[in-house]
């Protein structure tokens, strides 16, 4: 659709817009929980299946492995292939890919099944995130970004809870991934919905020019501003840091911190909790003030020593914690303290940092510039699982060596550190000629 036709229609009404979100939005809990679902077996798959630290690292990677191949392209077909197809069909690759993650206890089957999630559940996010630009932009944003990331993430929270609700699963490490097979169901059946309501908005409403049917070409597709490559680099290091500690969390909770699996699974869950309730406030309120680039160097400024507390501070006292219907648990007072601000800060900066994309890049190249940051996104999470895994095997870390765990801490203290310098780099450009307005831009006085 021209320009002109799609600005001759009427917007489409809060309740259509607010539909849309909720399906792309759970399309994505549904990966997020087949990708988390892995992590409260790590154990399991050391004793019953004689993994390494290693190899469950090799496990993450393939998924970062399959992004990396797919998402440059992914990108392209989305702005030429339209957001209801490309997130329908990876849906189902995520539905395909759990079902052989879970059929074989080989190795190599679990590395493939990965391999294929990594294949559908990026690409999908790529969509899911230029669909919100396209029916949000200049109207609450950042609020719907941060709604989007709560409700997947509540795929990640309920991947930690299953170890409480779903607990006799947990006899063996196979029950739990035909779990995550069932919930796969719910990105496909939400994407086909997502699908139902686009197609139905065609023509009625004007959804403005994310999906562009003009001629893309590569050369020069992927020439960004300075500010644009901050807000990368800044990406790559977060998720860098954050994703990996995720992914060994419960097993380090168990084995440094002498956690039982439902109490470390709780403990685990209260970063995406904490997420969950604090993004959609935080979008809500760059939305309405701005400032988004001192936001995310504020982020990373106080994810900086919290990897160094949990290896050095005292534990403190043994605090007990609840969640109605899941469980409870007692947990050591400074793991929850960190575990909660690092919530706080994994809702802060992404509530920011993928909205702020739109305000740098122009709408007919935003799947691919999504695409591209995403793409990046995966080089630093493939190879610091590997390296944790690495590090914990080549220091014998485990319950009887809780110091073989320092070097990974370490390693995430300084992926921080990055993600800081990274941060203050971007808010110095937005301060100057070249910036992009921001921290000046807000749902009142945008156009």
Known sequence: MHDASWRDLPPPTPFYRWMVLLFVSLAMFGNYYIYDSLWPIVDLL????GFSYQQI?????????????VLLAGGYLIDRWGTKRAITLFALICLFAALVTAWSPNFEMMLAGRFLLGLGAEPLIVAATTVLAKWFKGKELSFAFGINLSIARLGSTAADWSTGFASPLYANWQDPLWLATA????????????????RRAEGRYGLGVVENNEKLEFKGLYSFSASYWYVVA?????YATVFPFRSFAIDYFQQAHGLDREAAGILSSILPVAAIIATPLFGLWVDRIGKRALFMAAGSLV???????????????????????????VVPLTLLLVITVLGIVF??????????????VDG?????????MTFCQQIGWAIVPLTIGFLN??????????????????????????????????????????????DTITSKNSA
């Not at 796969?184 to 686009?198: Q, T």
């Not at 007919?364 to 591209?372: D, E, K, N, T, V």
Request: charged share 10%.
């Open 46 to 49: 050391r004793e019953q299946r």
């Open 57 to 69: 690292g090799w496990l993450s990677t393939a998924y970062n492995v399959a992004a990396l191949l």
């Open 183 to 198: 919930v796969a169901g719910i990105s496909v059946s939400a994407a086909i919905l997502y699908w139902i309501l686009e």
């Open 234 to 238: 800044l990406c790559v290091v977060f």
């Open 303 to 329: 994810l900086l020593p919290l990897f160094l507390i949990v290896t050095y501070a005292p534990a403190g006292p043994l605090v007990g914690i609840s969640i109605p219907f899941i469980g409870s648990a």
């Open 347 to 360: 809702s802060l900066i992404p509530a920011v940092m993928w909205p702020s994309v739109a305000y740098i």
């Open 364 to 372: 007919r190249r935003l799947g691919s510039a999504y695409a591209l």
């Open 393 to 438: 095997d080549k220091f014998m870390a485990g319950p009887d060596n809780i110091g073989g765990y320092t070097p990974g801490m370490w390693l995430y203290t300084g992926m921080a550190s990055l993600g800081l310098y990274f941060s203050y780099k971007l808010w110095r450009t937005e301060q100057g000629p070249h910036g992009h307005g921001l």
